[in-house]
């Protein structure tokens, strides 16, 4: 599964932006699909996830309320709307594919840098 990511770019804090992540060369909507960030200097985090279904998301806690993942199957894509963006929001982001039986991600995007200025 090839994955890529796009949609980055600079933001001022209060405005948004929405990620999406392209998916080839696997069945699409068998994979759970995740987000990821990281930071300048931290650990790659975290940020939301869904399954192939929609009928499970997660999102972690700094960022549950202003984003909102979602997917089109039939476009093979996964999103990531980003609402209310702060200055700690700023981060490459990844996206991400685990089959429904996988206990990690096997499949990684390249990232996309997210910029979120003061």
């Known amino acids: 599964v090839q994955l890529q990511a796009s949609g980055g770019g600079l933001v001022q804090a209060g405005g948004s932006l929405r990620l999406s992540c392209a998916a080839s060369g696997g069945t699409f909507k068998s994979y759970t699909m995740g987000w990821f960030r990281q930071a300048p200097g931290k650990e790659r985090e975290f940020v939301a996830n869904?399954?192939?279904?929609?009928?499970?998301?997660y999102y972690a806690g700094p960022v549950k309320g202003r984003f909102t993942i979602s997917r089109d199957n039939a476009k093979n894509t996964v999103y990531l709307q980003m609402n209310s963006l702060k200055p700690e929001d700023t981060a490459v982001y990844y996206c991400?594919?685990?089959?429904?039986?996988?206990?990690?991600?096997?499949?990684w995007g390249q990232g996309t840098l997210v910029t979120v200025s003061s």
């Open positions: 991400a594919a685990k089959s429904s039986k996988g206990v990690s991600y096997a499949y």
């Open positions: 869904i399954n192939w279904s929609e009928n499970t998301i």
